[in-house]
Each structure stands twice: as structure tokens, then as C-alpha cells.
């Protein structure tokens, strides 16, 4: 069973609150995928509301993104529009415009960064990680990175991950190491027996044995969380020059 989604807020109003809390009753589904965190365990939340109308509260939100840079935002705006964030809803707080967003965030797997793009030429790209703020994290930051057509796929689980790999082959894995069922060294050496694919470890293991481990199941590269934005680069340049 996956980790739920830690959902905090900054700056709402007390109505907006006392929906945030209700949903759960109106949504039992959401309830399986989120659990509430207060505004003083925000360095842990995973996804925050925050006001947008509100300058106080998009100055306590940076200096929330400065402390855990995986967290995603979902803006409340009077008018519906705004230039922070990763998404928006309009004031007054509409529950079923709320629950919709928040089920979209848990059913969330792909993503084509240039739709225009044939995907027959893009780069396909599998991001395995049972962390949904890793999953969008990657979403966000590799098209950022990488300068040419990709095509993202996800899987949250090793299981899932081998799945997707027999039905489509991916041309580059970033694959998580610690998760239930089959773990990322599993996961890799069941990857690298049926297909030549360039796999990243992406792992919070940094001890010199847990390389090794990493190397012994076949992967290309081990890079520890956070990444940097010049690992991540390096790491698919890495793998253009051995696609050639």
C-alpha cells in the first residue's frame, strides 16, 4: 500500500478550512489517497492549498517550496487566475470543482511535455516511484531539462514498472529503490534481462553498498535524492551518447 498524500494549507479562510475537512465525508474515495496536515507540519505536506489573494500566504508557501522542494501547489483565486503555482481553482471553493482536482492529482500518470510531437520519435522516459511528489517532480523538471521531444510514462511500483516495460518499451528508466513488493534492484535486473535500456537509480540509499547493490542489478547510474538539475542533465547526456 502506497504512502498517502500529505495535503497541508497556507491562508485559507475558516469556510474554506471547514470544506477542505468535509471533503473527505463527501469524497470516502479521497480518503484512501490523502491525510490532512496541519500548517505547522508543512515541511512534510506533499501537496498545499494556498490562498493566492493573499501576499502573506504566497510568501509562506515560498519559504514552504525553499524547505521541500517536491511539494506542488493548488492556488484558490478570486478571479481563477494566477502566475504561482501548479494549478488554480476560483473562489468561492466549489466541492465538486475540489474533489476533481484532487482525484486528478491521484489518477495523474502521464504526461506529454510537446503534444505536437510524434511520439514515435520522442524519447520515452519511465519514471518509477511509490512517492506521488516524486512522480510530479519529474514531471515537471525533466521536460525542463531536456531540450528535445519526451514522451513521460509512470508507474508507482516495480510490479507496475515491469508491466509497462513489456507492453512498451521505455529508451530511459529513473527507478526508485525502496518499495514494497518487488524492490528498485529487482525492478532492474528483471528491466535489464528483456530489454537494453538505460536505467537511473534514484534513491535515498547513499551508503557505498547500496551502490554496489545498484551496479550489481545492472543500472547505468545511481543518483541520490534530491537530484540536481546538473545530475539529471548529465545523466541523459549520458544516455544520448550511448544511444548514439
Known amino acids: 500500500m502506497h504512502d498517502l498524500i500529505q495535503l497541508g494549507y497556507i491562508g485559507l479562510i475558516d469556510h474554506e478550512i471547514n470544506v477542505l475537512k468535509s ?68 473562489r468561492p471553493i466549489r466541492i465538486q470543482k475540489l474533489i476533481k482536482a484532487l482525484e486528478d492529482i491521484v489518477n495523474e500518470r502521464t504526461y506529454i511535455p510537446n503534444p505536437g510531437a510524434k511520439t514515435n520519435n520522442a524519447i520515452q522516459v519511465l519514471v518509477v516511484d511509490d512517492s506521488f511528489p516524486v512522480r510530479k517532480y519529474m514531471e515537471h523538471k525533466l521536460p525542463q531539462l531536456i531540450d528535445m521531444p519526451i514522451q513521460l510514462s509512470f508507474a508507482a511500483s516495480g510490479e507496475e514498472a515491469i508491466e509497462k516495460m513489456n507492453q512498451n518499451a521505455s529508451d530511459i528508466v529513473f527507478l526508485d529503490v525502496v518499495m514494497e513488493g518487488v524492490d528498485g534492484y529487482k525492478t532492474c535486473k528483471k528491466i535489464k534481462a528483456k530489454r537494453k535500456v538505460y536505467v537511473v537509480m534514484l534513491t535515498s540509499k547513499k551508503s557505498p553498498f547500496d551502490k554496489v547493490r545498484g ?19 548529465e545523466e541523459f547526456q549520458k544516455f544520448l551518447k550511448r544511444r548514439g
Open 23 to 90: 471533503i473527505f465525508k463527501l469524497a470516502p474515495k479521497l480518503s484512501k489517497s490523502y491525510q490532512l496536515v496541519e500548517p505547522d507540519h508543512l515541511q512534510h505536506a506533499d501537496v498545499v492549498l494556498v490562498s493566492a489573494d493573499n501576499p502573506e500566504a504566497l510568501n509562506d508557501w515560498s519559504l514552504v517550496k525553499h524547505q521541500n522542494k517536491l511539494a506542488t501547489s493548488l492556488m484558490l483565486s478570486a478571479n481563477g487566475m494566477t502566475q504561482e503555482g501548479d494549478g488554480v481553482l476560483q
Open 215 to 233: 551496479t550489481m542489478s545492472g543500472c547505468d547510474a545511481y543518483i541520490t535524492k534530491p537530484p540536481s538539475d546538473k545530475q539529471l542533465s
